[in-house]
C-alpha cells in the first residue's frame, strides 16, 4: 500500500521560510511527485511538481521565484523549500504521487495523496 506522508509545516510569519518534506513508502518504482494546496474554503490547488528524475520542474504562477520543489532521495520523496511567504500562502499542503514520469499537465493525473500539513502564516 502507496503511503505518502507530509511534514514541516507550521506556523511562519510573514516574510519567512518552511521546508516541507514528503516520504513515500510502498512504491519501488519512482514517478513524478508533487504538492497542491487547499485555503479554507477553497478548492484545492496546483502548487509544484518534479519529474521522476528531478529533470523538470513546474510550478504555478503564484509560487514561481519563491519556492522550490527537489527530489528528496534520503527519504524518498520530495521537498518543497517555501521563502518569502504571504498570509495567502496558509493552507493545508498535500504530497501526490503522478500516473506519469512528466506530467503533461501537472494540475492533473494523479495517483496518490497524502493527508495534509498545515502551514500558517501570520501576519
Known amino acids: 500500500q502507496v503511503q505518502l506522508v507530509e511534514s514541516g509545516g507550521g506556523l511562519v510569519q510573514v516574510g519567512g521560510s518552511l521546508r516541507l518534506s514528503c516520504a513515500i513508502s510502498?512504491?519501488?518504482?519512482?514517478?513524478?511527485m508533487g504538492w497542491f494546496r487547499q485555503v479554507e474554503g477553497k478548492e484545492r490547488e496546483f502548487a509544484a511538481a518534479?519529474?521522476?528524475?528531478?529533470?523538470?520542474?513546474y510550478y504555478a504562477d503564484f509560487v514561481k521565484g519563491r519556492f522550490t520543489i527537489s527530489r528528496d532521495s534520503a527519504k524518498n520523496g520530495i521537498a518543497l523549500q517555501m521563502n518569502s511567504l504571504k498570509p495567502e500562502d496558509t493552507a493545508v499542503y498535500f504530497c501526490?504521487?503522478?500516473?506519469?514520469?512528466?506530467?503533461?499537465?501537472?494540475?492533473?493525473?494523479?495517483?496518490?495523496w497524502g493527508k495534509g500539513t498545515l502551514v500558517t502564516v501570520s501576519s
Open positions: 501526490v504521487t503522478y500516473y506519469s514520469d512528466y506530467p503533461r499537465d501537472p494540475s492533473h493525473g494523479m495517483d496518490y
Open positions: 518534479i519529474s521522476y528524475n528531478g529533470a523538470k520542474t
Open positions: 510502498g512504491r519501488t518504482s519512482t514517478s513524478a
